[in-house]
């Protein structure tokens, strides 16, 4: 994700659909369509009232995990 500091802040500030993950009930997936069939996907973590970023990357689909809110 080099030099796209903008697009994953875009994601994680109005995405189009959150996600929380399967494993850890802290960890939720944000999702931005970019373009027909390519998403950019940002995970977060909610620590102790604090969030942190952990990884972002493109995709191709959004992965099968409960909804918790989608625009």
């Known amino acids: 994700m080099y030099e796209r500091e903008t697009d994953v802040q875009d994601v994680l500030q109005?995405?189009?659909?959150?996600?929380?993950?399967?494993?850890?009930?802290?960890?939720?997936?944000?999702?931005?369509?970019?373009?027909?069939?390519?998403?950019l996907c940002a995970i977060a973590k909610r620590l102790n009232g604090d969030g942190f970023l952990i990884t972002t990357y493109p995709i191709d689909a959004i992965k099968e995990s409960e909804r918790i809110w989608s625009k």
Do not use: A, C, H, M
């Not at 109005?14 to 998403?39: A, C, H, M």
């Open 14 to 39: 109005t995405p189009d659909e959150i996600r929380q993950s399967r494993r850890d009930p802290n960890v939720f997936l944000f999702y931005r369509l970019k373009q027909p069939g390519r998403w």
